[in-house]
């Protein structure tokens, strides 16, 4: 059994415990905590040893507790049938859920991810135990056009569990962004399987900066912003992992059942670009320059161009404030 997992359990208050009483607690060696210590480093963390006084962690943690978030997803969980997995560290939680046969209804999470990706491909900086890296299969009888907008119906999902956390004046940017006022607060991820016209396999993909140790902060080559930072007290990742996993939840259910429209209605409410004037990038690298009205049906950018209104698909352009 690895040590891994218990040993971060002990050290993650962040107070020195010394390896005698680590190995008591633990019924290992002494020389079996140190060697456990040493794996720590690949997590990015930074162990203080100090003789007379043991070891502990540069800054306390709050890992996640697959426990609590299930008690705290109550009939949620029970109704929806959700089987919950939580890893320590992974390439992905999206992609270890795709790897599986058994997607409908999992949820994956994870402390630490060795390769997080964003929109486009991009690298998404996944330090351990501080942000929030969740994904939930879902098996749909509804084809991939019926879809079409489930990333945008899971950003109001995600904004509905901040708002009830009581976190304010956090935004949407199209397709797929979720922003503060300083900057990009996290991303949503949308991978699916099926064939044309018949039912759809889906991962939604959620990415939240909770607290962004600075170390990794030096590392981000574009305005961002934390939970922290936007949040008037501490926030939990438990808490916020049951708060989005319940609405992602409904989320699924709504639109198994053809409700997907609601939630493009409401995503309106979060634009952080409604009614401005913004650069589009296309992915032949030209841009264009419009005034932004929201959306359609389909989840498709409406854009303003010389009086006339022309619609951009999901996944071909870049939205930039202008």
């Given at each position: 059994m690895s040590l891994l997992r218990p040993l971060l359990e002990q050290l993650a208050d962040g107070r020195f415990h010394s390896g005698e009483e680590l190995g008591q607690q633990l019924g290992v060696t002494r020389s079996a905590v140190?060697?456990?210590?040493?794996?720590?480093?690949a997590l990015g963390l930074d162990v203080h040893a100090v003789q007379g006084k043991g070891y502990r962690l540069s800054e306390a943690l709050d890992l996640l507790c697959i426990e609590t978030i299930l008690a705290g997803l109550h009939g949620v969980a029970q109704e929806a049938g959700i089987k919950l997995d939580l890893q320590l560290e992974l390439d992905s939680t999206n992609a270890w859920l795709m790897q599986r046969t058994d997607w409908h209804a999992r949820a994956c999470l994870a402390e630490y991810q060795h390769a997080g990706r964003g929109r486009r491909g991009r690298a998404w900086l996944s330090p351990f135990a501080a942000n929030l890296y969740l994904s939930l299969g879902w098996h749909f009888s509804l084809d991939a056009a019926s879809l079409s907008g489930l990333s945008l119906a899971a950003g109001v999902a995600v904004m509905r569990a901040l708002e009830g956390l009581g976190i304010p004046s956090v935004q949407l940017k199209w397709p797929n962004d979720i922003v503060a006022a300083s900057g990009k607060l996290g991303g949503i991820l949308i991978?699916?399987?099926?064939?044309?016209?018949?039912?759809?396999?889906?991962?939604?993909?959620?990415?939240?900066?909770?607290?962004?140790?600075?170390?990794?902060?030096?590392?981000?080559?574009?305005?961002?912003?934390?939970?922290q930072q936007c949040a008037d007290s501490r926030v939990s990742r438990n808490?916020?992992?049951?708060?989005v996993l319940s609405e992602l939840i409904r989320v699924c259910?709504?639109?198994?059942?053809?409700?997907i429209t609601v939630y493009l209605e409401d995503w309106?409410?979060?634009?952080?670009?409604?009614?401005?004037q913004v650069d589009l990038l296309l992915p032949d690298e030209r841009r264009i320059t419009g005034i932004s009205r929201g959306i359609d049906?389909?989840?498709?950018?409406?854009?303003?161009?010389?009086?006339?209104v022309q619609r951009f698909n999901c996944g071909e352009v870049s939205l930039r404030s202008r």
């Open positions: 140190w060697k456990t210590l040493q794996q720590f480093e991978e699916m399987r099926g064939e044309t016209g018949g039912p759809s396999q889906v991962v939604i993909g959620v990415g939240l900066n909770v607290r962004m140790p600075g170390a990794a902060a030096a590392h981000i080559d574009q305005p961002w912003s934390d939970l808490a916020l992992a049951v708060a259910q709504t639109c198994e059942q053809g409700g309106q409410d979060y634009d952080v670009h409604a009614g401005k049906s389909q989840g498709a950018l409406l854009l303003e161009l010389a009086g006339k």
